[in-house]
């Protein structure tokens, strides 16, 4: 399988694994499994840390590429398309790192590792709870 990992699973898989669902740790640990990290969860982590909202991410921020190679994840880039697919979709939820996120996977047809509920308004989107 293809598993791209939301931003908290990352965190969590990097920071507090205990965090994770039995289901979600055995799909990380799988290594049958290609794990992908989205370009916007670097984005997100940098600026949430930035605005004290994710204090203890400060490991992640400043060793970002080290916590990908260690989980074994590749980082997945963000394209012009598939921004504006995270723009135009039609689901009435606001947070753009989220809608990339599902734009991304539904896209390239992933498996979103997420404990976020929120995700269920994509109707299109495969999720790994």
Same mark, same amino acid.
């Given at each position: 399988?293809?598993?791209?990992?939301?931003?908290?699973?990352?965190?969590?898989?990097?920071?507090?694994?205990?965090?994770?669902?039995?289901?979600?740790?055995?799909?990380?640990?799988?290594?049958?499994?290609?794990?992908?990290?989205? !370009?916007?969860? %670097?984005? =997100?982590? *940098?600026?949430?840390?930035?605005?004290?909202?994710?204090?203890?991410?400060?490991? @992640?921020? /400043?060793?970002?590429?080290?916590?990908?190679? !260690?989980?074994? %994840?590749? =980082?997945? *880039?963000?394209?012009?398309?598939?921004?504006?697919?995270?723009?135009?979709?039609? @689901?009435? /939820?606001?947070?753009?790192?989220?809608?990339?996120?599902?734009?991304?996977?539904?896209?390239?047809?992933?498996?979103?590792?997420?404990?976020?509920?929120?995700?269920?308004?994509?109707?299109?989107?495969?999720?790994?709870?």
């Amino acid at each position: 399988m293809r598993l791209l990992l939301d931003t908290h699973v990352l965190l969590w898989a990097a920071l507090e694994p205990h965090q994770l669902s039995d289901r979600q740790r055995e799909a990380l640990e799988d290594s049958d499994n290609a794990l992908l990290v989205s !370009a916007a969860s %670097a984005w =997100e982590i *940098a600026t949430k840390w930035r605005l004290g909202k994710l204090s203890h991410a400060g490991q @992640v921020v /400043h060793n970002y590429p080290q916590v990908l190679n !260690a989980l074994a %994840a590749t =980082e997945l *880039a963000i394209n012009g398309q598939t921004a504006r697919t995270a723009g135009l979709l039609d @689901v009435d /939820h606001r947070d753009p790192f989220d809608r990339l996120l599902a734009a991304q996977a539904m896209a390239d047809d992933l498996l979103l590792v997420s404990s976020d509920p929120a995700f269920r308004l994509f109707p299109d989107l495969e999720l790994l709870i």
